[in-house]
């Protein structure tokens, strides 16, 4: 029996988004990101969980990455059920880390229900 193939860990970039956001969305009630990916792309999934679930089930917050030249976020969008799938907004053409330190900044203030409650 030939040994079990064991699949390339996932590229420092994708991993790094996971490092970046944790401290920034663990606070609002998210797991840490759990990355995945198929060359050229990858994902960084935060889920949160019951928060913000309209029909029961876990809500996620879903980074989505391509490398074509160098790793870039494609889309990032809070997951729940069919209807409650909200695009969040990001400059597609700016650098990585551009990006997640726009994310950043802007991420509590979108999915924080206090600040919602108190905005």
Not at 87 to 115: C, G, I, N, W, Y
Request: aromatic share 8%; charged share 15%.
């Amino acid at each position: 029996m030939p040994p079990p193939v064991v699949p390339p860990p996932p590229p420092s970039e994708i991993v790094g988004i996971a490092t970046f956001l944790d401290p920034v969305l663990v606070p609002l009630g998210f797991a840490p990101g759990q990355v995945g990916f198929n060359a050229p792309n990858g994902q960084v999934i935060f889920c949160r969980g019951l928060i913000d679930s309209v029909d029961g089930g876990c809500v996620d917050l879903v980074i989505d990455v391509e490398s074509s030249t160098k790793w870039h976020i494609t889309d990032v969008r809070y997951w729940g059920f069919t209807s409650d799938r909200w695009h969040m907004e990001f400059d597609k053409d700016a650098a990585l880390p551009e990006q997640l330190v726009h994310l950043s900044q802007t991420l509590p203030a979108v999915l924080d229900p206090q600040r919602q409650a108190h905005g």
